[in-house]
């Protein structure tokens, strides 16, 4: 009955999606686990204590999920519903409490693996804590408000025609030389706390001149909304101005690994 | 004039059409390694955010049975 091999085999996986602290400041006790559904859409998401932090975790299956992750990160289909999974989980703890997000895609082999790991970057992670507590992650978007030349859209012969045109397109861009662009994104990283590139995904959107994403303090969210509303008021008919956030800290936590 | 009261009035995308598209920049942000066959490129275009608006429609739909469902068992 005791086989060893067996007992690794059943071993269930654990995903991480983020790392909270324990206690609330105020000593009420923290929730225990999200109405939002595991990242495998059926196991449910639980706080597991670590020590002075709390790990957001489910369990997921060794061979069809942890071992098939590499695979699946390569359909888009598939991330794109997993990813959303993943983002319901740590919205809901963020709406709640500071969480460190962990990447898409942590997964430890069991709770030995996940409790030891944590344990040792402890100290890091009370870092970021102080930086991300009361601090909201917004991506900001800017497109150009001309509509697009018709000729781009219809004079295409072929597929590979049409992808040239397009590439010609996106290659129009200011890449940030407009001193317009320079000003705005001086004008927001003076009230954010960090800023970060972005748009790895969303990079080809038609007319997108300029994207950033930022880390705003919850105590300056009325000067950052000023900054918006001043540069959408300039900028009418020109350029549009595209907020989205908040955000969990995704992009300004990558020194707690 | 906006007042303090109003919310500022930035453009409004379709809030469907494009939360996927800022769910995935936001959540792969951070490190993430996007496969090599993932980003595609073909004669100097990124396919991901073409293959994305193809896509888009069926994880959205998808997702929102799913919450339906989810609704629904704890009524």
């Avoid at chain 1, 994403?213 to 919850?218: D, G, I, K, Q």
Wanted: glycine share 6%; aromatic share 6%; proline share 5%.
């Amino acid at each position: 009955m005791a086989n060893p091999t067996r007992k690794v085999n059943t071993e269930k996986a654990l995903y991480l999606y983020g790392i909270s602290f324990a206690a609330k400041k105020n000593g009420s006790k923290a929730p225990q686990k999200t109405s939002s559904v595991g990242i495998d859409g059926v196991s449910a998401v639980s706080a597991l204590a670590c020590g002075d932090f709390l790990c957001w975790v489910s369990h997921v299956d060794q061979a069809s999920f942890a071992q098939a992750l590499e695979r699946n990160m390569e359909n888009l289909e598939w991330l794109a519903l997993h990813s959303v999974r993943h983002q319901q989980v740590v919205g809901e703890v963020a709406a709640q409490m500071p969480i460190v997000p962990a990447r898409f895609g942590t997964i430890f082999s069991g709770e030995t693996a996940l409790l030891e790991n944590v344990a040792g970057r402890s100290k890091a992670l009370a870092k970021v804590f102080d930086r991300i507590a009361n601090a909201d992650e917004w991506g900001v978007k800017v497109f150009a408000e001309k509509a697009a030349s018709p000729a781009a859209q219809t004079s295409a012969r072929s597929g590979k025609e049409y992808l040239q045109q397009k590439a010609a397109q996106i290659k129009q861009r200011p890449e940030r030389a407009d001193p317009e662009l320079e000003k705005f994104a001086a004008a927001l990283e003076k009230v954010a706390s960090a800023s970060a590139p972005s748009g790895k995904v969303s990079g080809a959107q038609p007319s997108l001149v300029w994207q950033a994403t930022f880390l705003v303090p919850r105590s300056r969210q009325k000067q950052w909304e000023k900054v918006l509303s001043e540069f959408v008021e300039q900028w009418n008919g020109l350029r549009r101005i595209e907020l989205n956030g908040p955000w969990p800290p995704y992009s300004f936590v990558s020194d707690a690994d | 004039m906006p007042t303090d009261s109003e919310p500022i009035t930035l453009s409004e995308p379709g809030e469907d059409e494009i939360s996927l598209l800022e769910i995935l920049d936001h959540v792969l942000n951070a490190g993430v390694v996007i496969h090599g066959s993932l980003v595609i490129s073909l004669a100097g275009v990124d396919l991901v955010y073409v293959g994305l608006n193809v896509i888009l429609t069926s994880v959205e739909t998808a997702l929102r049975n799913l919450n339906a469902e989810e609704k629904r068992r704890l009524k």
